[in-house]
């Protein structure tokens, strides 16, 4: 892949569901989808908003390592990034990918103690396209 961070990029800008997963307290993956993502910075970080009184905050909470996967269903391509997730309470990261219409969620607003912030850290990835996969990089993806 020649260029990561514009191929990966344009896979997940373009993407209608983010699939994530987590690990259960038995070692086992959990996976379930998930809107795209609020906010990205490159394909290194991730925001996403959920409730925090979910299962996957529980799970991250006690163990960060994460996988998100983006497909292009048309042209039978997708991406599994892997690393971390954490779990944001602070003000200023809810602000961040706070918009409007979110407070049908979350009726005390930004600062709905039933409202958070995860932000996935990439650290390598693997992409399938045209019958191929390829590993990557994410810290060297620029």
């Known amino acids: 892949m020649r260029d990561a961070v514009k191929t990966i990029g344009n896979l997940i800008e373009k993407a209608t569901v983010s699939i ?3 690990v259960d307290e038995a070692g086992f993956p959990n996976t379930k989808a998930m809107l ?6 490159g394909i290194r970080y991730l925001f996403f908003t959920t ?3 979910s299962l996957r905050v ?5 163990n960060p390592k994460a ?3 983006f497909f292009d269903k048309r042209f039978f ?3 599994m990034l892997t690393g971390t997730m954490e779990v944001l309470q602070d003000v200023a990261a809810k602000e961040m990918i706070w918009i409007e219409g979110d407070e049908m969620y979350y009726s005390q607003g930004v600062i709905d103690p039933d409202y958070c912030v995860l932000k996935f850290t990439a ?3 693997r992409y399938y396209s045209h019958f ?4 990557f990089s994410v810290e060297h993806a620029t």
């Open 20 to 22: 994530i997963s987590s």
């Open 36 to 41: 795209p993502p609020r906010k990205r910075e």
């Open 51 to 53: 409730n925090t009184s």
């Open 58 to 62: 529980s799970q991250y909470r006690d």
């Open 67 to 69: 996988c998100v996967y």
């Open 77 to 79: 391509r997708g991406v």
């Open 123 to 125: 650290e390598r990835g």
């Open 132 to 135: 191929q996969s390829e590993n």
